[in-house]
């Protein structure tokens, strides 16, 4: 059984954060300086909110291209399961793995996990008010990197017609091996990712996202109006991508995205679509509060035009000669 949606493609100092390693506290204190990144192939569709659960795959159609994600399968006592990247935590573990290759903390492709949860909940962002995680924790950590590990997505694009069509496609494959038997027994133990090279390349080019944004979209905070969903990140890691994409082209603007369009790519799962837009319409609420220059067109009874808009991360600025 396939999972299947589809779309029409839908002011700080001046330290380099890039070549920073963030505290925790220094974590509560993000200003729009210091960066992020998620690989950009992530930034195009969405995961899955909620575990998808024995399905075969999970697929978003954006455009032309289709994106094909099928999950770490295991077996345990003689029955097949399935682990699938989803909700939050994957999202905020991918975003980690892209910002460790940016950061330059994998350059022989071997990310070595820190050897407690608490410090990687720092590094994510995510902060615990009641001590430390427990075993319960640690395992939902650890599941989420191993789904993350062994999954794999396939990237296809169809350009043409039944003539001439052109098609190019690739394959992201997180890990080549991975050892992770991490957990709350067996804190102090290493735990190590060996990235796939190809995909480690694709992610020295990933999209970089403002830390303080990802920050307050992914935690509760008044801010956003109380804990927030997977979508408020992905609207606006996606709308970073597509930024990108406006300010090195000649357009600045994109043809409307209509409603059912957008349901479509991020997953209605609130039955009707005017359910979907109102909801929609709360999440770029959300992003436009960590994204004040975003510039989005909102067109009553269609859907939305994007329009360039200033960066939500500040541009690094190149070294100048003597």
């Given at each position: 059984?396939?999972?299947?949606?589809?779309?029409?493609?839908?002011?700080?100092?001046?330290?380099?954060?890039v070549h920073?390693e963030?505290?925790?506290?220094?974590?509560?204190?993000?200003?729009?300086?210091?960066?992020?990144?998620?690989?950009?192939?992530?930034?195009?569709?969405s995961?899955?909110?909620?575990?998808?659960?024995?399905?075969?795959s999970?697929?978003r159609?954006?455009?032309n291209?289709?994106?094909?994600?099928?999950p770490?399968?295991?077996?345990?006592d003689?029955?097949q399961?399935?682990?699938?990247?989803?909700?939050k935590?994957?999202?905020?573990l991918?975003?980690?793995i892209s910002?460790q290759v940016?950061?330059h903390?994998?350059?022989?492709?071997?990310?070595?996990?820190?050897?407690?949860?608490n410090?990687?909940?720092?590094?994510?962002?995510?902060?615990?008010?009641d001590?430390k995680?427990?075993?319960?924790?640690?395992n939902?950590?650890?599941?989420?990197?191993?789904?993350?590990?062994?999954?794999?997505?396939?990237?296809?694009t169809y350009?043409?017609?039944?003539e001439n069509?052109?098609?190019?496609?690739?394959n992201?494959?997180?890990a080549d091996?991975y050892?992770?038997?991490?957990?709350?027994?067996?804190?102090?133990?290493?735990?190590t990712?060996?990235l796939?090279?190809?995909t480690?390349?694709?992610?020295q080019?990933?999209?970089?996202l403002?830390?303080?944004?990802?920050?307050?979209?992914?935690?509760?905070?008044?801010?956003?109006?109380g804990?927030?969903?997977?979508?408020?990140?992905?609207?606006?890691?996606?709308?970073?991508?597509?930024?990108y994409?406006?300010i090195?082209?000649?357009?600045?603007?994109t043809?409307?995205?209509t409603w059912?369009?957008?349901a479509n790519?991020?997953g209605?799962?609130?039955?009707r679509?005017?359910n979907?837009i109102?909801?929609?319409?709360?999440?770029?609420?959300?992003?436009?509060?960590v994204?004040?220059?975003?510039?989005?067109?909102i067109i009553?009874?269609?859907?939305?035009?994007?329009?360039?808009?200033?960066r939500?991360?500040?541009?690094?600025?190149?070294?100048t000669g003597?």
């Amino acid at each position: 059984m396939d999972n299947d949606t589809t779309s029409s493609d839908v002011n700080g100092n001046n330290r380099d954060a890039v070549h920073e390693e963030h505290t925790g506290q220094e974590w509560q204190q993000l200003n729009s300086q210091q960066r992020l990144y998620l690989l950009s192939d992530f930034c195009k569709f969405s995961l899955p909110y909620t575990d998808p659960g024995n399905v075969e795959s999970w697929k978003r159609i954006n455009g032309n291209t289709l994106y094909t994600v099928n999950p770490n399968l295991y077996v345990k006592d003689k029955k097949q399961y399935a682990l699938w990247p989803y909700g939050k935590i994957a999202r905020l573990l991918l975003i980690w793995i892209s910002t460790q290759v940016m950061l330059h903390k994998a350059d022989n492709l071997m990310l070595t996990l820190p050897q407690s949860l608490n410090q990687l909940m720092k590094e994510i962002g995510i902060y615990r008010h009641d001590g430390k995680p427990n075993g319960r924790e640690y395992n939902r950590y650890r599941v989420a990197l191993q789904a993350i590990c062994g999954m794999r997505t396939q990237v296809t694009t169809y350009e043409g017609d039944d003539e001439n069509g052109m098609m190019a496609g690739k394959n992201l494959i997180i890990a080549d091996t991975y050892n992770l038997g991490w957990g709350f027994k067996t804190m102090g133990e290493l735990s190590t990712i060996s990235l796939n090279k190809s995909t480690y390349e694709h992610m020295q080019h990933s999209t970089p996202l403002d830390a303080a944004a990802v920050f307050l979209l992914t935690n509760t905070n008044p801010l956003v109006k109380g804990r927030s969903r997977g979508q408020d990140l992905d609207l606006y890691t996606w709308l970073n991508a597509r930024n990108y994409s406006l300010i090195h082209s000649p357009s600045r603007q994109t043809s409307p995205i209509t409603w059912q369009q957008l349901a479509n790519q991020f997953g209605n799962t609130y039955g009707r679509l005017d359910n979907f837009i109102r909801r929609f319409k709360s999440s770029l609420n959300n992003v436009r509060m960590v994204w004040p220059d975003l510039n989005v067109e909102i067109i009553d009874g269609q859907g939305i035009i994007l329009h360039r808009s200033k960066r939500s991360v500040t541009a690094k600025r190149k070294p100048t000669g003597n």
